[in-house]
């Protein structure tokens, strides 16, 4: 069973920064894939904001394209987002996933709130 723990989430004016991090445990012979971050803001559905292969390609969502940036350590134990430039609109819960080879996890979120 693998889980996530995300931290680092909390309240910031906007143009401000945050680092999100996500601690993954019990993965001992499983495969990751892939790990992402997505958010959800009240009244809408789960987004994808970033996403990083085993091969290290990034995607990133158009809205925070050129602001967030995803990283990770070699051994798949932490996803990274550095999120600068922050909006209002980035507003949501952060939720981290991996996709490995016995299936999609998710953490339980963090939240980010920014203040105009």
């Known amino acids: 069973q693998v889980q996530l723990v995300e931290s680092g989430g909390g309240l910031v004016q906007a143009g401000g920064s945050l680092r999100l991090s996500c601690v993954a445990s019990?993965?001992?012979?499983?495969?990751?894939?892939?790990m992402g971050w997505y958010r959800q803001a009240p009244g809408e559905q789960r987004k994808l904001v970033a996403r990083?292969?085993?091969?290290?390609?990034?995607d990133y969502a158009d809205s925070v394209k050129d602001r967030f940036t995803i990283s990770r350590d070699n051994a798949w134990n932490t996803v990274y987002l550095q999120m600068n430039s922050l909006k209002p609109e980035d507003t949501a819960v952060y939720c981290c996933?991996?996709?490995?080879?016995?299936?999609?996890?998710w953490g339980q979120g963090t939240q980010v709130t920014v203040s105009s």
């Open positions: 019990g993965s001992i012979g499983f495969r990751v894939y892939a």
């Open positions: 996933k991996s996709v490995t080879t016995r299936g999609d996890y």
């Open positions: 990083i292969s085993g091969g290290g390609n990034t």
